[in-house]
């Protein structure tokens, strides 16, 4: 009766919750991109130390959503989501009071801890908590208000409020909400079932089956062929995220000669597509295949970001380009971090199985990327960083031919089929 009775209510009140504060996380997180036009002055920073402010978060991420993800598979999510979430919102706060570079650095690169803890744990229990046929559209739900919010509505927020009342007010705002979610979610939130003393919960696929034996380990999921392509697919795409990320607003305002509150609104579009894409393309992806929809939304990303740094400075074309890139971009992020990810391991591993591509991803194309960036934005321009940007999401399409398929109803179609063709026989 508990299982019936939690998958029917219980389910949809998780994935809100933990959507929400996935939301309130990426808004904690890139509120600073969109004030570097105020803050590097103010600080005397260049392109290149812009970048290491957003690589550092990046760092603490990678280790965190690794080391906090396998600890969840050991302990329990909820252990490790409600601290986590605490701690990331209080360095918001902390973020409005420094007073130099080096503090900078160092508040931000404590947030990234924080976070980390709270990515991983929450993408491992919605793939638990979530019945097999929805869990593309749960998992795409809770990513898109990461953009949702973090962008679509962070990037106008944040500017708005920074060209009226100064930077410092903004850290402060952006901090309660997640303060607030934490407490309600402690509240609400038990323990997935394969937690539970009564039940082991079953694999989230038949692939995953065949090694059920496997202990839970910091390394155990790198056994798992998706988990390592998904890796090399999350290097690319957190290029893509990070880097434009960065010097998105940057170039808007230097480049293309718009107004800060203009560039938050143009782009704002990158949020709200995001927003759609993640629940659209995800669901897709329960019908049509992760490995197709991956492949065909990675090529149009990248076109789309190199189409956006060499379509002049109409507000509105930029705008609706960055809407459509958006939509395919994000709506991958679901497919390649969580889905393939959780779809391919014992449930036991789901933590590790999702926090290992979320940590070498930030690694790569959250730390080391943004600082090559800022690099290159120094020495030739603000329009390579863009440039960076979209390469990454095609070379990405090429690497997602080597998925395995693991949706649940393109296999079960599958399954039917070779019967049927059997049964003929």
């Known amino acids: ?87 990331f919102s209080l360095m918001s706060w902390v973020t409005g009071v420094v007073k130099s570079y080096g503090g900078l650095l160092v508040v931000r690169g404590l947030m990234g801890v924080g976070e980390g803890g709270v990515f991983s744990t929450s993408a491992a229990t919605i793939g638990e908590e979530s019945t097999p046929k929805k869990r593309g559209l749960n998992l795409g739900i809770h990513q898109s208000f990461f953009p949702g919010i973090g962008i679509g509505l962070g990037a106008i927020i944040a500017t708005q409020l920074a060209t009226e009342f100064g930077w410092r007010p903004v850290f402060f705002i952006v901090g309660i909400p997640g303060l607030v979610l934490a407490a309600i979610i402690a509240y609400v939130m038990k323990e997935p079932l394969s937690f539970s003393q009564k039940e082991e919960k079953k694999p989230v696929s038949d692939i995953a089956i065949k090694s059920e034996e496997t202990k839970p380990g910091f390394f155990a999921a790198l056994k798992y062929r998706n988990v390592w392509v998904s890796t090399i697919v999350s290097c690319l795409f957190m290029n893509w995220l990070f880097v434009f990320a960065a010097f998105a607003v940057l170039f808007l305002t230097q480049v293309r000669g718009l107004s800060l509150p ?90 590790s199985a999702v926090g290992i591509p979320t940590s070498i991803g930030e690694i790569f194309g959250a730390m080391v990327m943004p600082i090559i960036a800022g690099s290159l934005a120094d020495k030739f321009g603000l329009i390579y960083p863009m440039y960076l940007a979209g390469i990454a999401p095609i070379i990405a399409a090429v690497v997602s031919f080597w998925y395995i398929e693991t949706a649940p109803r393109v296999l079960s179609r599958k399954n039917q089929g070779i019967e049927t063709s059997q049964v003929t026989a």
């Open 1 to 87: 009766m508990e299982k019936e009775q939690r998958s029917k209510w219980y389910e949809w009140k998780i994935v809100i919750l933990l959507a929400l504060l996935h939301g309130t996380l990426g808004l904690d997180r890139l509120v600073i991109v969109y004030l570097f036009p105020i803050l590097m002055p103010e600080f005397g920073l260049n392109n290149t130390q812009a970048g290491a402010i957003t690589a550092v978060l990046a760092m603490t991420w990678a280790v965190s959503a690794w080391v906090m993800g396998s600890l969840s598979d050991r302990i329990g999510r909820k252990k490790v989501l409600i601290p986590s979430a605490i701690f």
């Open 262 to 351: 203009t560039a938050g609104v143009v782009l704002s579009a990158w949020g709200f597509g995001g927003f759609i894409g993640m629940i659209g393309i995800a669901a897709i992806s329960d019908y049509l295949g992760r490995r197709p929809v991956m492949i065909v939304s990675s090529i149009i990303t990248g076109i789309s970001v190199i189409w956006f740094a060499l379509a002049g400075s109409n507000p509105v074309t930029l705008f609706c380009i960055l809407f459509v890139g958006a939509i395919f971009g994000w709506g991958t992020y679901p497919i390649f971090l969580a889905l393939t990810t959780t779809e391919s391991v014992p449930a036991k591993l789901a933590g």
